[in-house]
């Protein structure tokens, strides 16, 4: 059974950075569509943050973080990584990674809650 496990989350201030990892173990019976990031405001419903293909290199990042966040994954390593800068209040929000396979099979890590104030 795959499991997500993220990490990297914390309190930061404005204009911080940080990186959050995801790892990912278990066994794998298909190789997943993609991999990504997505997060969770309180009384917000859960949004696409930014998410990167398995296989090839295209990545899809969110309008409200392009050009802050930048997404890579390590397959040898079996995590993905994410590093957001400049952030900001509206950042604040659990974080949380998903694998995507075939079939539209979703598997979630438990989340990480990040906090951007000062």
């Known amino acids: 059974q795959v499991q997500l496990v993220e990490s990297g989350g914390g309190l930061v201030q404005p204009g911080g950075s940080l990186t959050l990892s995801c790892k990912i173990s278990?066994?794998?019976?298909?190789?997943?569509?993609?991999v990504g990031w997505f997060r969770q405001a309180t009384g917000s419903q859960r949004e696409m943050v930014a998410t990167?293909?398995?296989?090839?290199?295209?990545?899809n990042i969110a309008d409200s973080v392009k050009g802050r966040v930048a997404i890579s994954r390590d397959n040898a390593k079996s995590t993905m990584y994410m590093r957001m800068d400049s952030l900001k209040p509206e950042d604040t929000a659990v974080y949380f990674c998903?694998?995507?396979?075939?079939?539209?099979?979703?598997?979630w890590g438990q989340g990480t809650q990040v906090t951007v104030s000062s």
């Open positions: 278990g066994t794998m019976s298909e190789v997943p569509y993609t």
């Open positions: 990167i293909s398995w296989i090839y290199s295209w990545t």
């Open positions: 998903k694998l995507l396979f075939p079939g539209l099979k979703e598997v």
